[in-house]
């Protein structure tokens, strides 16, 4: 082998490469906003999960963060007009603009509210049972909750079906995101009596300098929320202080206190991916339920790696609309599979940019790859049963890659994903 140039030597390169010779070197190596945000905030501090043998016990510190209650009853939020339940979209966007959050009144009907608590609960307890449930510091977590019940399916979706509120929704989501966002998972959060709270967080990336989310949660209770059992915990606006300090390379200040949410089961509380928040205290023994279901910029990595939990049950039912939601539609060039997806965006080019075929391939063990091929393949290399070939023609022919379920439109009424169909689904 031939000797390579001194410049390409490791010992050479690492020679000129003291930190400050690095470009990007402060923007990268940067602690903030969260460094000043606890240098400056006392109060707020991470709580360290509990091992398994002290679960539950922890000292309770009297003015931290989480020692508060909600804002019509808290000294300092008091006469300040934070977010109140509303249907108006009118109402809904100030409030995320200047509060980071709003709260979507009656969002889900009474009776869609009790499908999910009843199919949360019993998924709790049969996780359980199977010794799989996923403890956390403030109680239990449910997982990928889109193969553990048809109903999450809707959720992830907002379908009428589950989310009577969907089309409203989908807007205020696609005004903060933009078309074609996709969803980073779907968890069902239990707090339970004796839980530690969880610390201050944002869900966006606390480095990610932008006037406006990348992310955005959407909070459902399942269950009456407040300060008596664990009402989520947040700093109304903390977005804008936190996007300000990122932005302008300038520490943060002292912030307000938090408060916890209060919010009827069935209201949807949107949060933009920038505000401080985390999970509250639990004071009573009855096992309080927040759906929490995350979208994000299609360019973002999610947190669910869909493309390996989703059972293949659920991806032969799924609607072309679920699908892109889970990743499994290329949008103009991310996440293609083998190439195939580059150009596609969104349910308007439904048949160019799905990828589930390849997956499902997979599960059947009969995924083939275009490998190592030129001039001197045999035939029988050359009209292999590529996998690719069988998507890209399925495309070009506009067929489709699962067969509609729910969300899904037989009359043609689905809009580019992200946006309100005129029957949202």
Excluded at 171 to 179: C, K, P
Aim: glycine share 10%; hydrophobic share 35%; with cysteine.
């Amino acid at each position: 082998m031939n000797s390579i140039p001194p410049e390409f030597e490791p010992a050479t390169i690492k020679s000129r490469s003291a930190p400050e010779m690095q470009m990007y070197r402060a923007e990268v190596a940067s602690q903030e906003p969260m460094k000043s945000l606890l240098e400056n905030n006392p109060d707020i501090y991470f709580v360290t999960p509990m091992r398994s043998s002290s679960w539950g016990e922890w000292e309770f510190k009297r003015g931290s963060y989480y020692d508060t209650t909600i804002g019509e009853k808290h000294a300092f939020w008091q006469g300040k007009d934070l977010p109140q339940p509303s249907k108006d979209l009118g109402q809904l966007r100030a409030d995320m603009l200047k509060w980071g959050y709003c709260k979507v009144e009656n969002a889900l009907s009474a009776e869609q509210v009790a499908v999910i608590k009843q199919r949360v609960m019993e998924q709790a307890e049969g996780e359980r049972l199977a010794g799989v449930a996923q403890k956390t510091p403030s109680g239990q977590n449910i997982n990928c909750c889109v193969n553990k019940g048809q109903c999450f399916e809707g959720f992830i979706e907002q379908h009428p079906s589950a989310v009577q509120g969907g089309a409203l929704i989908e807007q205020l989501v696609t005004e903060a995101l933009g078309v074609g966002w996709i969803c980073t998972s779907l968890i069902a959060a239990i707090s339970l009596q004796g839980g530690v709270p969880q610390a201050l967080h944002q869900d966006q990336n606390n480095a990610l300098d932008s006037r406006s989310p990348m992310t955005i949660n959407i909070l459902t209770p399942i269950t009456d929320v407040d300060e008596a059992n664990g009402g989520t915990l947040l700093i109304p606006g903390s977005h804008l202080v936190l996007s300000e300090a990122v932005r302008e390379h300038k520490p943060v200040g002292k912030l307000p206190p938090a408060i916890n949410l209060d919010a009827k089961a069935g209201t949807m509380v949107i949060t933009d991916g920038r505000l401080l928040h985390g999970t509250g205290i639990n004071h009573t023994d009855v096992p309080r339920i927040v759906m929490l279901n995350g979208m994000q910029k299609s360019f973002l990595r999610q947190q669910e790696n869909w493309m390996l939990s989703v059972s293949p049950k659920v991806l032969k039912r799924a609607s072309h609309k679920l699908l892109h939601r889970m990743g499994y539609q290329a949008t103009t060039g991310t996440q293609t599979n083998e190439g195939h997806g580059f150009g596609a965006k969104g349910l308007a080019g439904e048949a160019a940019g799905a990828t589930v075929d390849f997956r499902l391939a997979a599960d059947r063990g009969q995924y083939l790859r275009v490998g190592e091929l030129g001039p001197n393949s045999t035939q029988e290399e050359l009209q292999a049963a590529y996998t690719l070939r069988d998507v890209v023609s399925k495309a070009r022919a506009g067929g489709k890659s699962a067969p509609v379920g729910i969300g899904g439109s037989t009359d043609g009424t689905v809009s580019t994903l992200g946006a309100p169909a005129t029957n949202p689904s």
